[in-house]
């Protein structure tokens, strides 16, 4: 749960106002481009920093407050999944072990031989994705009930990367644990998350359930005229007008009963680039809503 939660580096702010809740059991996406905020927003839930400004809680406590609430029930991998390149993978389990009360040695060694690894391997020989692989069975080892990753896919092969997901969606249906996951790649997401919060410019410029945000979006056509009664009744969030055509993507507030307009539907991905493209303050909130 974030409320009005902002970091700030110097006089630069990293993320700014940001308020959401990801919900219990949640397979989340965050998506956003470079330095909307997406690392910061997964280092302060991870109690990795504190906030500059606002409250931020993780499994009901601050992580910075209470960090024996929150470290020991959640799995954090980073983007360039750090390990111990000298360690072999038995040495590095029984590091885990070592420093993890709740720590399921079973799980670790079944996912390495499903992987197909073998104890003695030194990870410094290891290819990418199965550094990535081993970084995913160190987190889920711990048995967390929240799993925060950081683009833990953004270097691996597409074939790498589908054995990763594949891997993360069995530790979701087997284990329960709810995930917040930030990547670029869209078409992943949409397979795999079932919550989405998009940030740009270090603000949240939408959150939602997927379902819920890919059935409100509606695609607007018509011959080119004002879209100011529209943007009256509905959230517009991006238009466009040739000298023919207007064509405008709306949140909608119920149906559309303007009969100027041909209506269609939109995927995901289109509607989260329409929204990347913006200034989060920059969306025009229907009239009639606000009033």
């Avoid at 390495?112 to 003695?120: A, D, V």
């Avoid at 711990?142 to 790498?160: G, M, N, Q, T």
């Avoid at 517009?236 to 000298?243: G, K, L």
Wanted: hydrophobic share 45%.
């Amino acid at each position: 749960m974030c409320d009005a939660v902002g970091k700030r580096y110097g006089s630069i702010w990293a993320l700014r106002d940001c308020t959401l809740h990801i919900p219990v059991g949640s397979v989340t996406a965050l998506v956003g481009p470079n330095g909307a905020g997406k690392t910061t927003l997964l280092q302060l839930a991870a109690g990795m920093s504190s906030p500059t400004s606002g409250q931020l809680e993780t499994l009901g406590w601050s992580p910075r407050a209470n960090p024996m609430m929150v470290l020991p029930r959640i799995g954090f991998v980073a983007q360039d999944h750090p390990l111990y390149r000298g360690f072999s993978l038995a040495e590095i389990l029984k590091f885990g072990r070592k420093l993890n009360a709740r720590w399921d040695d079973q799980l670790a060694f079944r996912r390495l031989k499903t992987l197909g690894l073998k104890p003695s391997q030194r990870i410094g020989k290891l290819s990418g994705g199965q550094q990535a692989q081993v970084a995913l069975t160190l987190a889920l080892a711990k048995r967390p009930e929240l799993l925060l990753l950081d683009e833990p896919a953004a270097a691996l092969d597409p074939l790498a990367r589908r054995e990763f997901l594949q891997v993360l969606m069995e530790a979701v249906v087997e284990e329960g644990v709810a995930v917040v996951l930030s990547s670029h790649i869209l078409a992943d997401l949409e397979r795999v998350c079932d919550h989405l919060v998009i940030l740009s410019r270090s603000r949240v410029a939408l959150t939602g359930s997927t379902d819920e945000i890919v059935r409100s979006h509606r695609l607007l056509t018509a011959a080119r005229r004002d879209v100011g009664e529209i943007a009256q009744l509905h959230s517009v969030v991006h238009s466009n007008s040739t000298e023919r055509q207007t064509t405008v993507l709306v949140r909608a507030n119920g149906h559309i009963y303007d009969s100027h307009w041909q209506v269609s539907s939109v995927d995901l991905e289109q509607i989260v680039l329409a929204y990347l493209a913006l200034d989060p303050s920059s969306i025009q909130e229907p009239e009639a809503v606000a009033a």
